[in-house]
């Protein structure tokens, strides 16, 4: 049974950082591509960041145009974890954060939640002066 555990939001004020981790059990994260969502009360959810597929692709990682240059997302395949570092925050980034991760394609993509097979129960990230 696939598990994904979320953990690392809190509460932080603008310009600060977090880091969010994204723990799995029940498979291999490396094998396949895996993603952060981030859904703000009222909004839709929105694709935050993104990583292919480390053993079967290049482990490139895509980005939202609104996060480039201040998130990073990582994994770890040894821990069996992945990470959004989240630097220079911004009101803008308060949300709920969920990982996600695919199981049949192996390149990631931000533009289609459904395609992600299993979610994590999310983590609150506040930004709040």
């Known amino acids: 049974q696939v598990h994904l555990v979320e953990s690392g939001g809190g509460f932080v004020q603008p310009g600060g950082s977090l880091r969010l981790s994204c723990s799995a059990s029940?498979?291999?994260?490396?094998?396949?591509?895996v993603a952060w969502f981030r859904q703000a009360p009222g909004k839709e959810r929105e694709g935050v960041s993104c990583?292919?597929?480390?053993?079967?692709?290049?482990?490139?990682?895509n980005y939202a145009d609104s996060v480039k240059g201040r998130f990073t997302i990582s994994r770890d395949a040894a821990k069996n974890t992945a990470y959004l570092q989240m630097n220079s925050l911004k009101l803008e980034d308060t949300a709920v954060y969920y990982c996600?991760?695919?199981?049949?394609?192996?390149?990631?993509?931000?533009?289609?939640?459904?395609?992600?097979?299993?979610w994590g129960q999310g983590t609150q990230v506040t930004v709040s002066s």
């Open positions: 029940g498979l291999t994260l490396a094998r396949y591509s």
């Open positions: 990583i292919n597929s480390q053993t079967t692709s290049d482990g490139s990682a």
């Open positions: 996600a991760v695919d199981l049949v394609q192996i390149d990631c993509g931000l533009g289609s939640f459904p395609r992600y097979d299993h």
